[in-house]
Every structure is written in structure tokens, then in C-alpha cells.
């Protein structure tokens, strides 16, 4: 069963292109490949419509664990959008390194929490061997528009 | 003299496997290794008997740099644990890249200064040829289960 | 035209190697290469005698984005000057990660257009294809000398 098969099956829907807020530049790459390796840029939670997705603020101060995942859940997904976009399908990859920044008050230690959002969806869709990844999941000072989590990885093509 | 010999002499000892805190998950590998390259996720330093070591806090407010210093070597005898139970060996690795996060306070400015207890002991094990690597040594909001240090890698092997 | 031919007809110079403030060691490679991959240490903006640039601090509180971004563009300089001295030429390159810490106040949001003085100047010096890279912006709670601004990267050499 493809990748895309199994998120219909969940419900899953992967968003649009992200619809960047007025004045900001962002000259970069979502995904950067070459040759078979693809490097991916910090992505943020993202609603269908490609607009990025509240709620807003630090995780532990303004908005909790359980929101945390679900907003790292929705980073897969806009990780998975741009993938989608850049190689065409998301079938042959092979996940490799993944870095989970939570925007979080300066007590928050539950930052493996907030990831897991990722990594769960990740090893469901891709499987303990394609899936598995390497990790770090770490506290932020801010991040761009206020996301609570924004997440940047490396995979292998094929 | 292998790696593990002069880990020996040093009276240094390799950690057993992480003992999470209950109620936490980690679904990630502690080591992602794909043909010859090795993702290192984020380690902290750990007691002999694989529990997570303190004293925890933030470098410059709650702990000292020298304690800093010392946190990070053991977060090298972390990895190099975990290495050496996923590689089989110690001896046949390059190092590439090191990701150095200091949980500190806002005011905190000698991160180099911590993660030396990193760098100083790859470099006294590998030489500086083996042992080389680049290095990012930063200021942190926050770090899972208030360690004071984390650190991420990445090697070859070979 | 060369790299180092577009810096000079943009009145650009590349600094000399860093000068490290008295008491600190940095045992580690600023261009860690291997094989035809370079890993970049973490760089912050220098003037052009090598000592570390100011201003200095957090933006958001301490200094604007102007000046962050200014601040970015001078460390691009920066990793130009250890590549040059790595590599001997700066050609050869083809961009691939950027990973950009904003040293930022708390409720600092404007990453992106802090890193885009890093982005912007090898866009136009690399161009579309070998200058495109993957980014992260984010904040950072402290940075090493209070540098408002560190960049770590990795290229391919070729």
C-alpha cells in the first residue's frame, strides 16, 4: 500500500503549498536534493489551505503537550506535502536524521513528548526500518510566527 | 591501542542503555546508520547504570561551566555507549559533525567552553586526524529531563 | 566570473581567520571535510581583521532585524573565508543545509528575515541551482560572545 494510500485510510490530508504572511521573504528551498540524499528545511504545522496552523506560542506556557504533538503531527504532514511536491511520491524513502525544535517556555522539559507527534506518524507510515530515524527534540527561545514546533530532517532517496 | 583500551586507562566507563524516565517514550534509534554514515541523535550525559546524571539545570544560573564541562564529557561516554552497542566496534569511525546544545540562561555566552568536555575527549581517543570535527556549541531555551547538555553527531564509519 | 571576482565587484572582503578572545580554546575544525562533503562549524560575523563583529546581543531587544540581518550577511562572509582557506577556491561549491540561529528575546518571530542576509548574498553569488539550499531559522536562548547571529551549514565540494 503507498504512503498516499495509507493517509487517505487515517483521514490524513496533506496541505497546500505554504501560503507565507505579507512581507516575508522565504528564498530557500523546502526540500534540497541531491543526488540521493534530500535535505528538508524547518517545516511548521500547516492547515489544509496551506496557511500555517495555530494554535500559537510557547509549549508549556501558552499551549500544552497534547497540542504540541498534534502541531508536530501536522509538521509530518507539511513535510510530507512538500516531499510529495519535490519528488513526486512518497514511496521510496528512507528517513534518516530528524531534528524537532519546540518553541518552549524555559522550564518545559517534556520536549520528546511534542516530537513524538512526528515520529509516531513517521514509524506508522513508513515502518520501523524506512522510519526509523535518529533524533534530538530541544527547547527554543521563538520561532518563526510564533509556531509552538518546527522540525528539519534529512532522508535518503530510495 | 583500540578505542576501548584507552577508555580503560583513562578509568573511563561506558554508560548501560538509557534508563527512561517511566512514562516517557522514545521512539527513535539512539544511532541511525545507513550504509557507511551514522546519525547520532541527541544524547545526554547518563550515570554508569544508564540512568540520566545531574546535576540538571541551567549552565551560568543553576550549574557552573566546570560542571557544564563535565556533563559533556559524560554525554561523550553516552554516545560512545551507544556506538559501541550498535557498531559492535569503537575503533573504525570518523568523525564529521557535532551539534553541541548547552541549556543555559538567556545571559549565558561560554557554551565553547562546555561542550569542550566534548570535543577535548573524542579528540584525546580519535586524534586529530579520526577525531576532527565541526562543531556548533549554542545557547538552548530548554532541554528534555532538564539535562544540561545534549549533543548530536554525525560520523562515518570507516 | 569567480566567486572571489563577484565578492570584489561587490566591494565585499572575507575576514581573516577568527580571533578567539584570550582564554578561550576552540579545538575543533571551522571546515570539516571529508570525501567530497564539507561540514561548516558554526560561524558568527567577524570584521575584517578577524575579530568578532558587533553589535552584539539579542535581536528583538538589543538589536533590530536591520542589523541582524547585516550581522548574517557578515557571517556568510565569514564561512567564505574558512572555505577559501580550506578549499583554496570557492567555486566548486554547490550549497546544500543551512541551519541559521538568531540569538532573539523570547518573543522574537522574524528569524527568516534575519537569515535571509546569509541566503540573499549566496543566492547571488552561487545562483538559482548551486547556491539553493535548505534552511532553518530559529532562536536561540544564548549564543557563544553574545553574537546575535550563528550559522552552521554543510556543501558539497564539486
Sequence with gaps: MSIETKLQKMGLVLPEPIKVPAGVKLP????RVHGNRAFISGHGPQNPDGSIAGPFGKVGS???IEQGYEAAKRTA??????LKRELGSLDDITWLRVFGMVNASPDFTSQPQVINGFSDLILELYGPEHGAHARSAVGMAGLPFAMPVEIEAEIQIG
Tied chains: 1, 2, 3.
Design 28 to 31: 530557500f528551498r523546502f526540500v
Design 62 to 64: 501558552d499551549i500544552s
Design 77 to 82: 504532514l507539511s513535510i510530507l506535502g512538500s
